[in-house]
């Protein structure tokens, strides 16, 4: 199983995309800087997330909310 994320920081005012396999993990990972990006907007607060049977299809859908680059989209 594999996980689509949108993370957002009050701190920023920023939305995060992203995949992976271990969302628990990786939002921990996120929490303590463990990523230079997101390390400037600690906390990150969950605010969304889609479940696929792969990888791949979790990094497709990604691809295809980054690629509409408006936050409208993603605060519907």
């Given at each position: 199983?594999?996980?689509?994320?949108?993370?957002?920081?009050?701190?920023l005012?920023?939305?995060?995309?992203?995949?992976?396999?271990?969302?628990?993990?990786?939002?921990?990972?996120?929490?303590?800087?463990?990523?230079?990006?997101?390390?400037?907007?600690?906390?990150?607060?969950?605010?969304y997330?889609?479940?696929?049977?792969d990888?791949?299809?979790?990094?497709?859908?990604?691809?295809?909310?980054?690629?509409?680059?408006?936050r409208?989209?993603?605060?519907?």
């Open positions: 199983m594999a996980t689509l994320y949108i993370l957002f920081s009050e701190k005012n920023k939305y995060y995309v992203g995949a992976c396999t271990n969302l628990d993990r990786r939002l921990y990972e996120h929490n303590i800087g463990h990523s230079k990006f997101t390390s400037t907007g600690i906390p990150w607060i969950l605010v997330q889609e479940t696929f049977d990888l791949q299809a979790a990094k497709r859908r990604e691809l295809q909310i980054k690629k509409m680059k408006s409208k989209n993603i605060e519907v």
